[in-house]
């Protein structure tokens, strides 16, 4: 038991820090502003107000209502925040040059090169690109005598130096690596001792059942560091030394790519090239929108990021005309999209060369039509109805097409889509002058198998056009048969990612900001003037915290009777706690018997915390509306998918549900400036401020700008759990 006690203890000092301050400043601002908000919600018995709502009927739950315009006054908060947020998300996105010419070298085949003059080889920097294996190098001061470059490494295979030494009666050396993780990446090598040489030569050594590997271009330094020129190549290793304007000063994030960026600016190349791609565990549609940056840019980390960053500042309009419509007022669209603009996670996931971009702002993009269309009133004609569930079909498709997370957003689609059926139903008009509604409903069902299933089916097949070019051709039986083995080996591949990864984490961190996930870290470079450089994907605590807050509110209003709210509680509590038990495996028996303890406690915890917050929401909100609905279910559809995934996570996969946490936060807004709360504008855009002004803060670990380590110890790194 003391044993115990001095672990909690232990773990407890861990969070002990200088910057624990500010978390727990936040959180009291959060929690003052909900109960604030619950003040305000709530008519004082016995007042005028609360006798006219203990005795007015019950109006109907239902979709249907005012789609409020777009105004004048809109256009100057929405052109302003796009152009803020464009700024900060295309700063220093990456660099505009990258070799772009490769030598490819067919396997054991060499080439060779020689220096102007003899001169030492204190290091060398090379670019990779295509296929993967290694190479070897060799130098030799007469021709005639030649030392291989060899690596060090210890038992784990990890390379521990660099060296010269006669490779005479040995193996290949291969000491020049091209491993999948290193591709389209600046490399940099410094043996432990220079060598004096003038000719050069490199043979390729390509892992088995490749053919070539291709190489962008190698730079070779001398005693004083400035690069060594070249006099004579033959014709294989031209390309070798044709842009040696782009070798940098040293390998970043910036001329470089990183993190997931091994893979899908690869594939994307890959599909330019008419080559098949390497990676294949997402559709393709996701990797051919990148590519149109690569085809603008070049195949160069701003090319490769700019389509990324480009739809990251289309989702800012988008959600401003979202959140007109939903809520009418300026004031709510501006500080709502502010809130997203400033949201960590949707500045640095918009920033890096992966897919998930792309899904997020179809999702936004098909639940925005989808909310167009419900809110026709019963009786609308068909033909009115048409174009919204043409649109929401249409970008479900296209997003279903780019990653498999915009799929389980269908789901919440799909039941907002029947709910506001019956609603039509229930409240069809019966005068002649409105359409009959059997045959309105028949062709509405037929068209929306037409927009949902048929139209996104043949968007998704034919996304799979650069596959059958690359193999077996473009045939109809090709095509589909390309598309459906992919579907096989994606299904199983991601049930099998279950390896264990630093940054990983489980759904029950990201509802709280528990665990970012780091996508750059340089302590080195920088480490004799105490700077570091690092940034990592995880949300604005505001729009974390006040959002998950602002869903259960949300939550306590999307049931009308007290009996349908309680059991939402119930329910997505008990869906919880077996998740963490049956998929997460917190209690496991091969757990050490404290982290068991602490777990069920934790577990304890929480779902008292989040039955007593749903207890106190159902008192404090008996009122009840379909847009809060809307929202939960738009959220629930993200997150809930997550809880049954066993397989190795990590926080962006969150990314889909934010969208949904500050809709929820502005219909917190949107009730306190309707109920004319005194205050209401402090509120508001103090909530909106602090949003604002921690970006500003954490702006450097979101696009890896050179920072004193004091200053992330001492102010941002507010739980040691954020590993920047």
Not at 32 to 48: I, N, Q, R, S, V
Not at 355 to 361: A, E, L, P
Not at 386 to 415: E, H, N, Q
Request: charged share 15%; net charge positive.
């Amino acid at each position: 038991m003391a044993g115990l006690i001095q672990q909690l203890q232990d773990n407890v000092l861990r969070y002990i820090t200088p910057a624990i301050i500010f978390p727990v400043l936040l959180l009291a601002a959060i929690f003052c502003f909900f109960a604030y908000y619950w003040y305000a919600m709530c008519p004082k018995e016995g007042t005028l107000e609360w006798i006219s709502m203990a005795s007015r009927k019950p109006r109907p739950f239902t979709f249907a209502g005012k789609r409020h315009p777009m105004t004048k006054k809109d256009a100057l908060p929405l052109l302003l925040l796009t152009a803020v947020y464009a700024f900060s998300a295309f700063w220093s996105l990456g660099s505009f040059t990258a070799p772009q010419s490769f030598a490819q070298l067919a396997a054991g085949s060499s080439a060779t090169f020689s220096l102007k003059e003899e001169a030492d080889i204190t290091s060398l920097m090379y670019y990779t690109g295509l296929n993967t294996g290694a190479y070897t190098l060799e130098t030799s001061a007469d021709g005639e005598n030649w030392v291989s470059l060899w690596a060090k490494t210890d038992d784990g295979g990890k390379v521990e130096s660099y060296y010269w030494a006669d490779g005479t009666g040995y193996s290949p050396s291969k000491a020049v690596s091209q491993k999948y993780s290193l591709l389209f990446k600046w490399q940099e090598i410094v043996p432990t001792t220079p060598v004096h040489a003038k000719f050069l030569r490199i043979t390729a050594i390509p892992d088995s059942g490749k053919d070539w590997l291709e190489l962008g271009e190698l730079a070779l330094y001398g005693a004083d560091g400035e690069l060594l020129q070249v006099a004579y190549t033959d014709g294989s290793a031209a390309a070798l030394f044709d842009e040696q304007g782009t070798v940098p000063a040293m390998p970043t994030w910036y001329n470089s790519g990183y993190f997931d960026e091994i893979y899908h600016p690869r594939t994307a190349y890959e599909h330019i090239r008419g080559i098949y791609p390497y990676e294949i565990t997402h559709p393709p549609l996701g990797k051919l929108i990148m590519s149109l940056g690569i085809q603008i840019f070049g195949m160069t980390p701003f090319g490769w990021r700019f389509m990324g960053a480009l739809f990251g500042v289309g989702m800012l309009p988008l959600l401003y005309v979202f959140l007109k419509n939903l809520f009418g007022k300026t004031a709510v669209a501006a500080c709502g999209t502010a809130l997203f603009a400033f949201d960590f996670m949707h500045l640095t996931q918009t920033r890096i060369a992966t897919i998930d971009t792309y899904g997020v702002f179809f999702i936004l993009a098909m639940y925005f039509f989808m909310y167009r269309y419900l809110t026709l009133p019963a009786g609308t004609s068909f033909k009115k109805g048409a174009l919204p569930l043409f649109l929401s079909g249409l970008m479900w498709g296209i997003g279903a097409a780019s990653k498999w997370t915009v799929i389980y957003g269908a789901a919440g689609l799909a039941l907002l889509y029947f709910i506001g059926l019956y609603f039509k139903l229930r409240d069809w008009p019966q005068d002649e002058s409105a359409p009959r509604f059997g045959p309105w409903l028949v062709k509405t069902l037929l068209f929306s198998v037409l927009c949902f299933v048929l139209i996104p089916a043949v968007i998704y097949t034919l996304s799979y056009i650069p596959y059958a070019l690359a193999r077996d051709g473009l045939t109809l039986e090709n095509l589909i048969r390309q598309m459906w083995e992919n579907q096989k080996y994606m299904l199983t591949y991601h049930q099998g990612v279950h390896d264990v990864h630093p940054y990983e984490s489980r759904w029950y961190q990201w509802l709280v900001d528990g665990r970012p996930i780091l996508y750059y870290l340089d302590s080195t470079s920088g480490a004799s003037q105490g700077l570091k450089c690092a940034f990592a994907s995880f949300n604005n605590p505001v729009v974390s915290w006040a959002g998950l807050l602002a869903i259960l509110a949300c939550a306590a209003q999307a049931f009308r009777r007290k009996w349908a709210k309680a059991s939402f509680f119930l329910v997505t509590a008990a869906g919880a706690v077996t998740a963490l038990v049956k998929v997460n495996g917190i209690l496991d028996a091969s757990l050490e018997p404290y982290v068991r303890t602490r777990n069920l406690a934790l577990m304890i915890l929480g779902v008292v915390l989040y039955l007593a917050f749903g207890a106190l929401a159902i008192h404090a909100f008996p009122q009840y509306s379909a847009k809060a609905l809307f929202i939960v279910v738009g959220y629930l559809s993200q997150l809930v998918p997550w809880l049954l995934i066993g397989r190795t996570t990590f926080a962006y996969h969150y990314f889909p549900s934010v969208i949904f946490l500050v809709p929820a936060i502005c219909y917190v807004f949107n009730d306190l400036m309707e109920r004319r709360a005194k205050g209401w504008r402090i509120a508001l855009y103090g909530l909106t401020g602090t949003a604002t002004a921690l970006y500003a803060a954490f702006y450097p670990v979101l696009v890896g700008i050179m920072v004193p380590t004091w200053y992330t110890d001492s102010f941002i790194r507010w739980l040691p759990s954020w590993p920047f």
